[in-house]
């Protein structure tokens, strides 16, 4: 190993995986580092559940090598794996409570029952749960369980610790919470978590680094504010948050290349002028075609010269909603900052 | 005028549920537990044993008939057949059931499931007696026994006290292969319908928490399919026990408790003690619904 500050945790070399046709996962080379939070990001279908899946041992690669800690493990069944799963449906075990089921790991592995029913008080102390040993799964709610299923990953001390969508089940409200408390356990257990999500928001908040997947490949692995700031390319751009995506002769117009660039709604100004040096500055003429009004802010859709819609926000932070309102159909000169424009690869 | 109906019945909810529930209930009330009712009525009544005819008066004397020796030996032969097809019938089933839930192709599934209750399009009788000719001294078992040098083995079997016969097809060993084989589908579809609502995702989990393929079987497969095990044996359990065709076509002068009921009620004509030999059956389910609930295979449903 070469880099001397961190060990690669889990490390993936040409990993093919092939369902028949269908390339679920080609050729992809990955590396994340001991302790890292690390997040698989894309939508359904990009592979990112399958490259989980392959790491604990579900499904095995068709093409190219996994390994964990220097260890090949390619083709390891998952109980020889030091790793443990937190499942998208939980998983818990029905017919056990849920002490018993916090415990499994320990009980299969043949713990004594003194030091299983600590290490449970252990945990479900860490997951806020002190006091359920006895009650069943199906007595929980969403929340509780998601706890449950985490305090039984965790009692293992595995050294990679996979969680498939774990608040994809929660209300909004919870699942920010849960956000926080994930981030928060993390932090204290030291372990790594690879995390998989289809939520660009999830990805970011928890985050040390994210990878973006798209049709069974990595787009871009960045940290949250690489991803976002300097999107690679158009799908990660249009994935993770919104942009415009302008092309051709408009672009060389505005940026002077017919390359395409990505542009944040939130960088572009909306008739103030921009107190920048007027070298900086690009602006442009437009007529409002749209407007929706969200509460906190307020999404224009623009026409350019040019014939191109760009999407603007701005904060509603004097406009109240009938000022707001009014603006469509007026005329409006658009500015942003040259160093906002984004030029994708290729 | 049909958008009018419907109206009038969307707004009664309990109207409807009333005319949905009321043929069964009717059924279920009438025929069936009536019939029950009958039985246990006439179980309560006795011969008279210069006369035969039956004397409407309440007496035990026909319920103490029942524990003569003899008729104590046709419960617990009978009731010991049930046990040993129920659980052969489990251990056949089980594997079987589970490669259907868990493994086969939908396409393959829909065709192991078709290829397990086929049998029971035919008439139970026609099978039965193919049986007989398959176990048949001169039948296709036999040469096939005759052809692997192991007419040695199955003398041997046969020669048994209890389980033998002169035959196969004449012997309590003859009976059991039947037996087993009739009450097959009743056993598999129950447990395959169990493994299929366990999730993959339990089978996954206990794998990777570290237990290894048969610690996965023992502590989560097993516990899940219990109850369809369960609702399985008592199909196996109670068809054995109540059945007579069977005992009447491979059996030998030894009774079982339904070949009783049938002769006490035809030729003898002793109605009274047919009724009280089946409530032994009867009694004999209850209590292993008992116990079955007692084991927590009904805490699943």
């Given at each position: 190993m070469t880099n001397n500050s961190s060990t690669t945790a889990v490390r993936f070399n040409k990993v093919s995986r092939y369902f028949g046709e269908v390339k679920a996962v080609d050729q992809v080379d990955l590396d994340i580092q001991d302790g890292e939070f690390f997040s698989m990001l894309g939508p359904?279908?990009?592979?990112?559940?399958?490259?989980?899946?392959?790491?604990?041992?579900?499904?095995?690669?068709?093409?190219?090598?996994?390994?964990?800690?220097?260890?090949?493990?390619?083709?390891?069944?998952?109980?020889?794996?030091n790793v443990n799963t937190v499942f998208q449906d939980y998983a818990l075990f029905p017919h056990m409570n849920v002490g018993e089921n916090i415990a499994y790991g320990l009980m299969v592995k043949k713990v004594s029952k003194e030091e299983r029913a600590k290490r449970v008080d252990e945990m479900l102390e860490l997951v806020q749960l002190a006091g359920y040993a006895g009650r069943k799964p199906s007595q929980l709610s969403g929340g509780q369980r998601q706890r449950v299923a985490l305090a039984r990953a965790l009692i293992n001390h595995p050294k990679v610790l996979l969680l498939d969508e774990p608040l994809g089940a929660l209300d909004l409200k919870l699942r920010q919470q849960m956000q926080v408390e994930l981030k928060a356990i993390q932090k204290r257990v030291g372990i790594t978590f690879i995390f998989v999500t289809h939520d660009q928001e999830e990805a970011i908040t928890m985050s040390d680094r994210i990878a973006v997947f798209s049709q069974g490949g990595i787009e871009q692995v960045g940290s949250p504010l690489e991803i976002y700031e300097k999107p690679a390319s158009a799908f990660v751009a249009g994935f993770v948050g919104t942009s415009n995506l302008i092309s051709g002769e408009v672009a060389r117009r505005l940026a002077g290349s017919e390359n395409t660039f990505s542009l944040r709604p939130e960088k572009i100004h909306l008739g103030a002028t921009l107190e920048a040096s007027p070298k900086d500055v690009i602006s442009v003429d437009g007529v409002v075609r749209d407007v929706i009004y969200l509460g906190l802010y307020t999404r224009y859709l623009v026409e350019i010269e040019g014939g191109i819609d760009l999407v603007v926000v701005e904060q509603n932070l004097k406009t109240t909603s009938m000022d707001v309102l009014s603006a469509k159909g007026r005329k409006v000169k658009l500015s942003w900052h040259r160093d906002h424009i984004n030029p994708l690869g290729g | 005028m049909l958008n009018r109906i419907s109206t009038y019945f969307y707004q009664r909810p309990k109207l409807v549920l009333a005319l949905f529930l009321t043929p069964p209930l009717l059924y279920m009330g009438v025929v069936y537990l009536g019939s029950l009712f009958a039985l246990l009525i006439n179980s309560f009544y006795a011969i008279d044993d210069f006369t035969g005819l039956i004397i409407r008066e309440f007496t035990l004397k026909t319920y103490a008939q029942i524990f003569t020796p003899a008729n104590r030996e046709i419960f617990m032969r009978t009731a010991g057949m049930a046990a040993a097809v129920t659980i052969a019938d489990a251990l056949i089933a089980f594997p079987l059931a589970y490669y259907i839930a868990k493994f086969a192709s939908p396409r393959l599934k829909t065709w192991l499931v078709i290829a397990v209750t086929i049998p029971l399009w035919s008439s139970y009788l026609v099978r039965v007696y193919a049986w007989k000719l398959i176990l048949a001294k001169e039948g296709i078992l036999s040469w096939f026994i005759n052809l692997l040098h192991l007419d040695g083995p199955l003398d041997w079997l046969l020669s048994l006290p209890g389980i033998g016969g002169s035959s196969l097809s004449l012997s309590p060993i003859g009976m059991f292969i039947v037996f087993m084989y009739i009450w097959l589908p009743y056993m598999i579809i129950p447990i395959q319908t169990a493994l299929e609502r366990v999730p993959a995702s339990l089978l996954e989990a206990s794998s990777d928490l570290g237990a290894k393929p048969l610690?996965?079987?023992?502590?989560?497969?097993?516990?899940?399919?219990?109850?369809?095990?369960?609702?399985?044996?008592?199909?196996?359990?109670?068809?054995?026990?109540?059945?007579?065709?069977?005992?009447?076509?491979?059996?030998?002068?030894?009774?079982?408790?339904?070949?009783?009921?049938?002769?006490?009620?035809?030729?003898?004509?002793?109605?009274?003690?047919?009724?009280?030999?089946?409530?032994?059956?009867?009694?004999?389910?209850?209590?292993?619904?008992?116990?079955?609930?007692?084991?927590?295979?009904?805490?699943?449903?």
């Amino acid at each position: 190993m070469t880099n001397n500050s961190s060990t690669t945790a889990v490390r993936f070399n040409k990993v093919s995986r092939y369902f028949g046709e269908v390339k679920a996962v080609d050729q992809v080379d990955l590396d994340i580092q001991d302790g890292e939070f690390f997040s698989m990001l894309g939508p359904s279908g990009s592979g990112k559940t399958t490259c989980l899946r392959m790491i604990a041992g579900f499904d095995r690669p068709t093409a190219g090598s996994i390994h964990l800690y220097g260890q090949d493990v390619s083709n390891l069944p998952p109980y020889e794996r030091n790793v443990n799963t937190v499942f998208q449906d939980y998983a818990l075990f029905p017919h056990m409570n849920v002490g018993e089921n916090i415990a499994y790991g320990l009980m299969v592995k043949k713990v004594s029952k003194e030091e299983r029913a600590k290490r449970v008080d252990e945990m479900l102390e860490l997951v806020q749960l002190a006091g359920y040993a006895g009650r069943k799964p199906s007595q929980l709610s969403g929340g509780q369980r998601q706890r449950v299923a985490l305090a039984r990953a965790l009692i293992n001390h595995p050294k990679v610790l996979l969680l498939d969508e774990p608040l994809g089940a929660l209300d909004l409200k919870l699942r920010q919470q849960m956000q926080v408390e994930l981030k928060a356990i993390q932090k204290r257990v030291g372990i790594t978590f690879i995390f998989v999500t289809h939520d660009q928001e999830e990805a970011i908040t928890m985050s040390d680094r994210i990878a973006v997947f798209s049709q069974g490949g990595i787009e871009q692995v960045g940290s949250p504010l690489e991803i976002y700031e300097k999107p690679a390319s158009a799908f990660v751009a249009g994935f993770v948050g919104t942009s415009n995506l302008i092309s051709g002769e408009v672009a060389r117009r505005l940026a002077g290349s017919e390359n395409t660039f990505s542009l944040r709604p939130e960088k572009i100004h909306l008739g103030a002028t921009l107190e920048a040096s007027p070298k900086d500055v690009i602006s442009v003429d437009g007529v409002v075609r749209d407007v929706i009004y969200l509460g906190l802010y307020t999404r224009y859709l623009v026409e350019i010269e040019g014939g191109i819609d760009l999407v603007v926000v701005e904060q509603n932070l004097k406009t109240t909603s009938m000022d707001v309102l009014s603006a469509k159909g007026r005329k409006v000169k658009l500015s942003w900052h040259r160093d906002h424009i984004n030029p994708l690869g290729g | 005028m049909l958008n009018r109906i419907s109206t009038y019945f969307y707004q009664r909810p309990k109207l409807v549920l009333a005319l949905f529930l009321t043929p069964p209930l009717l059924y279920m009330g009438v025929v069936y537990l009536g019939s029950l009712f009958a039985l246990l009525i006439n179980s309560f009544y006795a011969i008279d044993d210069f006369t035969g005819l039956i004397i409407r008066e309440f007496t035990l004397k026909t319920y103490a008939q029942i524990f003569t020796p003899a008729n104590r030996e046709i419960f617990m032969r009978t009731a010991g057949m049930a046990a040993a097809v129920t659980i052969a019938d489990a251990l056949i089933a089980f594997p079987l059931a589970y490669y259907i839930a868990k493994f086969a192709s939908p396409r393959l599934k829909t065709w192991l499931v078709i290829a397990v209750t086929i049998p029971l399009w035919s008439s139970y009788l026609v099978r039965v007696y193919a049986w007989k000719l398959i176990l048949a001294k001169e039948g296709i078992l036999s040469w096939f026994i005759n052809l692997l040098h192991l007419d040695g083995p199955l003398d041997w079997l046969l020669s048994l006290p209890g389980i033998g016969g002169s035959s196969l097809s004449l012997s309590p060993i003859g009976m059991f292969i039947v037996f087993m084989y009739i009450w097959l589908p009743y056993m598999i579809i129950p447990i395959q319908t169990a493994l299929e609502r366990v999730p993959a995702s339990l089978l996954e989990a206990s794998s990777d928490l570290g237990a290894k393929p048969l610690q996965t079987f023992r502590t989560v497969i097993l516990p899940l399919a219990f109850p369809g095990v369960v609702a399985g044996s008592i199909f196996t359990f109670s068809l054995t026990l109540g059945d007579f065709i069977v005992p009447l076509t491979l059996g030998n002068s030894k009774f079982f408790i339904g070949q009783a009921v049938y002769s006490y009620q035809g030729t003898a004509g002793n109605i009274p003690l047919a009724a009280a030999m089946t409530m032994g059956p009867v009694t004999i389910m209850i209590v292993y619904l008992l116990i079955a609930r007692r084991l927590g295979a009904f805490d699943a449903l």
